[in-house]
């Protein structure tokens, strides 16, 4: 039910964004708003974590799934304010839904949890995606009839949080009952960002990785989609991007569970197997992007069809770039998985994953705002997401155990030492009244 709720909510958004310009005839002011989306996901993404284990993930969940979207091509002010807005409840139904999927199923069910919520999310924005398809296969132009049908959609996810168990009923498949906060004070949850961070320091190693994970679609939907394709063909390059993403999740949540091999092995597997198809991937980008320029793609020019002989292979790239995106994310979240089991230090996590990444989005959505040269963003992505490689590779080596110990539950301890002394005052206060 979780991922049916991105499937219909943040799976719509990314139909639209991965059209390039967000469907809008002025590519600028979907850059803008895009920005404005990530600036505020960025910083209410850090805070989210400690949001959710006050009021508890179902109702995080539920605010998460309001936003706002745009039908008018000319409301430009209303498209950035709308961003900005959906910024903020993205952080909070992220933050949310990280916390459910990593701490509901058993440590031998974390890459097949997170690839299966990863495949439905995804079906959203493939079917996101066919929908815009089939309303401008004969068009070479935008229709409102698109934005009426996508929000049609994303209203249905936000009814279903109304329909979904508490978390606190929830019972892992060996028996296990999910340990849900307490709903402590706002002041020990802040604290507890502070605690996460000293009692695990690795995952900061985990910090470029994050900022990479959403830095890449700028150039690939508004720098490659929009800048090279018209309606038709961005359409169908949509599509089979986000289908691909059904596949790759798949295959290396496979992968990241599989039985047969010890989760250390299977973690830097992951690893080699993220560092081969980013080289793969870029160096065929590279071949592309050396051949055009802001200048020489001017937004009135005539652009590849789909029946153009060229486009075959320049769908290709897109659906590899699925591949890598889908098994980027997917090992990010594994990643996280494997270092606790503790639902709180797990929000707080997926709260700075969502943070740091949507700040490296925003980043790179105003440089494409203020028209920065395709190749300087793409360069600048290339070299991110190796540093993320980079930068993970100890934190593989350090911190990743075969099994989870008590000594990962950073927050846990917290809590049970805050309640020890309690338990503590509470005897010395009855001493004293004896």
Known sequence: MVAFVCFL???MFNALTGLGGGGQFNPTTSANSTCAVYATYAFFAFFSGTVNNKIGAKRTLLFGTLGAMNIHPDAGWFVVTSGALLGVTAAFLWTAQGSMMLSYCTEAQKGIFISIFWAIFNMGAV??????????IHSTVFSNGTYVGILVLTILGVTIPLLMADPDKMIRTDGTKVAMPRH????????GL???IITDPMILLLFPM?????????WQFNDYNSALFNIRARSLNNFMYWFSQIIGSGMIGVILDSKRFRRRVRAFTGWGILLAMTFAVHIWAYYYQRTYTRASVPPDSQKMDIYDPRYPAHVWLMIFYGLLDAMWQTTSFWLIGAMSNDTNKLAIYS?????IQSAGAAVVWRMDAIGVPYMN?????????????????????LRIRDTTVLEDEGLMQRDQGVDSMKAKGMIES???IS
């Open 9 to 11: 909510c943040p799976g």
């Open 127 to 136: 079917v996101g995606a066919a929908v815009s398809f089939g309303q401008n």
């Open 184 to 191: 402590p004070s706002w002041k020990s949850e802040f604290y």
């Open 194 to 196: 502070w605690v996460a």
């Open 210 to 218: 994050f900022f990479a994970s959403n830095y890449f679609y700028t």
């Open 351 to 355: 709260g700075f994953y969502h943070s």
């Open 377 to 397: 963003i793409f360069l600048s992505t290339w070299c991110l997401v190796v540093a993320g490689l980079v930068f993970c590779f100890p934190m593989i080596y």
């Open 430 to 432: 009855e001493i004293e």
